[in-house]
């Protein structure tokens, strides 16, 4: 196993995080009409930028997941769902990388999704 170390490897991370995430019922509805092919590239860059210094996304995480139907208890099982997928695929510091800034990204998404709109 190897760690994450370009974007082929962002890209591959994405395709099987979302094909598991997508097989959890609960976790379909935000998901529900939005165009894969189109919505991949925007999340490789945003993980390209986080894990390997990429420049070019500039765009607010946050905002452009707001109004979406989501329950602060999606946030546990999505993380535990890139967990998962990171451990599968990769081993070592970027990897480590990815779950931690993965955690910090839920946390702080499940914080303010509390305070706009309560549990």
Not at 4 to 20: H, N, T, V
Not at 75 to 101: C, M, S, Y
Request: charged fraction near 30%.
């Amino acid at each position: 196993m190897h760690d994450i170390s370009g974007k082929a490897d962002i890209e591959l991370l994405i395709e099987k995080f979302y094909e598991s995430l997508l097989q959890i019922n609960e976790m379909k509805p935000p998901f529900e009409g939005l165009d894969f092919e189109k919505h991949v590239p925007h999340i490789v860059a945003f993980w390209s930028f986080v894990l390997l210094d990429e420049e070019g996304y500039k765009t607010n995480v946050f905002d452009k997941h707001v109004n979406l139907p989501i329950k602060p208890a999606m946030f546990d099982i999505w993380l535990e769902v890139w967990i998962k997928t990171v451990d599968a695929l990769f081993k070592g510091e970027k990897a480590e990388l990815a779950k931690q800034r993965a955690t910090v990204l839920a946390f702080t998404f499940k914080s303010k999704w509390e305070k706009l709109y309560g549990n």
